[in-house]
């Protein structure tokens, strides 16, 4: 049997049935799927809805799975959900070939009648948290003190890190933004890097250490759960980080202390949509759904415990530069070489 299917929330009688096929990594990533999970949840408390989820083991899962959805009549599904990029080949074959099944995609579009398509602006929200990082790196900012770690910037350099996954069109938006956002703030170095997977903590680890100990205040991921790594080398180094798809100050609280923010993408809010709009007979097949700043589909979101400690100036800074962002006055980049 491909990949590790779970049944959650009971998976037939009556109501609406709901598949959702997870991207790499699977549940408990505390970021992108967990956030699939979350719209999940929201819409089981609103709606009589059965669901059913599977976590590939590898991208090669991706068609069976979906396929096995797609057959199934025992429960029928009226949408089948699939978390990421990497399931839009599969998806394409599949939805040609399951022309009655309804299906939507995070993260990709697919240019069938049958599929709801949502893609984020995650330059946009990458932006924002490269500004707030470039900003405090060239100044003094320190926090922490009791139970708390303590942490503060090195205003010998100014310097922040970035940490990707997998090396991708899709991260490079993200680095891209970031970069952006901290040459925003002033004369920034950023340094960038790819731990090649989104489940390795400790490789996650490994290259932030490099990153704080080369002079980095701090470290953005966009890593999934290999980023917990990236949270564990700031406590040790007594330094911070911003987190992704979550508000991981949240989501992974033991490392609230060194989170400064989180660049959220609302992915719940997709999966929500799209079980929504299918209870309600209402199903975006052949849409695309751009989700950005001014929709709120991402936002950076300053962390739980660092917010208050984050100066009133800084925090205007960023309500200016979103509100460039959104009249058109700053344009972002979504490659790293434009940035």
Known sequence: MAGCLSTLGGGGGSGTNVAVVYALGGLGDKAFNDMAKQGVDQA?????????????????????????????????????????????????ENADQYGDQQFMIVDAVVEQDNVASYVFKEHLGSFQ?????????????????????????????????????MENSLIKKFEAGFIAGAKHAGDVDVRSAYAGSWSDPAQGKEIALSMYEDGADIVYHAAGGTGTGVFGAAQEQGRYAIGVDSDQSKSAEEYQDVILASMVKHVDTAVYTSVENVVNDEHAGGEVSALGLEAGGVEAVLGQTLESEIPSDVKSALEDSKSGIVNGDISVPTNPDDA
């Open 129 to 165: 948290v490269g500004h707030l990082a470039g900003l405090l790196t060239q100044r003094d900012f320190s926090t922490g003190g009791g139970d708390a770690t303590e942490a503060s910037t090195n205003t010998d350099a100014a310097t922040v890190g970035f940490v990707g996954g």
């Open 44 to 92: 089981q408390e609103e709606y009589e809805m059965n669901y059913q989820g599977a976590e590939p083991s590898g991208n090669s899962d991706f068609p069976t799975l979906q396929r096995r959805f797609a057959e199934s009549s025992s429960p029928d599904y009226d949408l089948v959900s699939c978390i990421g990029f990497a399931q839009a080949e599969a998806l394409t």
